[in-house]
């Protein structure tokens, strides 16, 4: 029976998981290079359409599979974790983000893949100096008496917390703290505004003074017999209520003004009380503070 690595380029993968897919191990043979032999297959995370295949010159990530791709990462990764854990997984630093590789059946216990990120095994590159090294370095060579800067870390990346010490810090930590929201004030609901203008209204003829009883009329403010030699005299005048509201709103918009002004500064003290609540959770997280109640 022909296996599915058989008689390809990926021959050496014999024995591996995965690679089920026609689509990603077409796109794998063709990304391989002329002579490059394929060492060990990796899961990526929990990812089901991404696989890693370690080669003997660089890690080939590949991506989908109708339209399967393969990024091509080169030796040295940055390795966030060593192989740890039921499965060895391995995590590193990819150009698909941070991803533990794990479940290989020629390179079990993840110790290949390790070795050749950190850039052990290969044969032409030594590991050059991290950028954060030789700037160090040039820093203490030009400037001896430079202040030290970073008085945070002091455990350094070296000294990483077990797993225990870190469930014991995410406990101690609790939760994280909220980021406050600024509050928006709003203007007091003041009614509807009233028509600005109202019909003068006359009880008397504007133009002979008889009384007027007619609402018409009174409107018009001329009786029926001046209003055919004179023509209405109907007006409009500004409208009490109207002005009246007009007011209850300017002392709204003030009020609501006078209401952000303190939402306002009552946000920057929580602000300010949340950096300093975060920086301390982070730091507990960390494993930097110790609680006196703790422990
Ligand atoms: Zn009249």
């Known amino acids: 029976m022909k296996t599915r690595f058989e008689g390809t380029p990926l021959a ?21 290079e002329p002579g490059e032999i394929p060492k060990a297959r990796y899961a990526v995370s929990a990812h089901i359409w991404v696989e890693a295949v370690l080669t003997d010159r660089a890690l080939l990530l590949v991506k ?86 970073l008085p945070r870390e002091p455990k350094g990346q070296t000294q990483r917390l077990t ?36 019909w003068d209204m006359s009880y008397r003829c504007v133009k002979c003074g008889r009384p007027l009883t007619n609402p018409n009329s009174q409107r018009h403010r001329v009786g029926t017999d001046c209003i055919k030699r004179y023509g209405s005299q109907a007006r409009k005048i500004p409208n009490p209520a109207y002005t009246a509201w007009s007011a209850r709103r300017a002392k709204a918009d003030v009020d609501k003004i006078a209401q952000q002004a303190a939402y306002d500064a009552e946000h920057a003290r929580a602000l300010a009380d949340y950096a300093v609540a975060l ?17």
Not at 12 to 32: P, Q, T, V
């Open 64 to 149: 989908g599979a109708v339209r399967a791709r393969v990024v091509r990462e080169p030796f040295p990764l940055e390795v966030v974790r060593a192989p740890q854990g039921a499965r060895s997984g391995v995590r590193l630093r990819t150009s698909l983000g941070t991803k533990t590789l794990w479940g290989s059946e020629l390179d079990p216990n993840g110790r290949q893949l390790y070795a050749r990120a950190r850039g052990e095994a290969a044969p032409v590159v030594a590991t050059p100096p991290a950028p954060w090294e030789t700037a160090e370095r040039s820093r203490q060579a030009t400037t001896p008496s430079s202040p030290p800067p």
């Open 12 to 32: 050496r993968l014999e024995g591996e998981n995965g690679l089920h897919d026609d689509g990603m191990r077409r796109a794998l043979i063709d990304a391989l």
């Open 163 to 198: 797993r225990k010490e870190r469930a014991e810090a995410r406990r101690r930590a609790g939760k994280k703290p909220r980021k406050p929201r600024l509050k928006k004030a709003s203007r007091d609901w003041v009614g509807f505004p009233p028509s600005s203008t109202v």
């Open 279 to 295: 920086d301390r959770w982070q730091r507990i997280r960390a494993g930097e503070i110790e609680l006196p109640s703790g422990r």
